[in-house]
């Protein structure tokens, strides 16, 4: 049986989504549980840049390297080969919604819906912030992530 998966995605995949994907394959590994992740974003024209040099940073900081992820554009299979299609804001859920395929089979949701208190909401675009806004994104995503995979083991994934 092969790993849940599950796709991260903002807008140019460049800041949120490095760092949701960073954070989730942290949390998965630190609970001993098999995950596939990826991240990319709705937009295309950051494909082929490392994360942003402020959300490897903070990647960094908590002991994480994500110096190798290259930004892709999301894609028509994406909707198909991931279990878990997960936007970090509304507007990337929408957009999401609109080009997915008729026949995805991805679960298409928010990144925070998981997370107590927080359905429904989005993560901040920290790019036209500084440091304290990316810390911001690592806290929202961290929390993302020990709640989804809390939910894998009781799903006894």
Known sequence: MRPPSFLFVCLGNICRSPLAEAAFVAA??????AVVADSAGT?????????????????RRYGVDISGQ???QVRRADFREFDHILALDPQNLRD??????????????LLMDP????????VRDPYYGGEADFDEV?????AAADALVAMLMREGG
């Open 96 to 109: 999401l919604h609109a080009i997915a395929p008729a026949d995805a089979s991805a679960r298409i949701a």
């Open 115 to 122: 997370v107590p208190g927080r359905a429904g909401q989005g």
């Open 70 to 72: 290259r930004a892709r």
């Open 28 to 33: 998965a590994a630190r609970a001993g549980v």
């Open 138 to 142: 690592w806290g929202d995503v961290s």
């Open 43 to 59: 937009g295309g024209w950051h494909a082929g840049d490392p994360p942003d040099r402020r959300s490897q940073a903070v990647a």
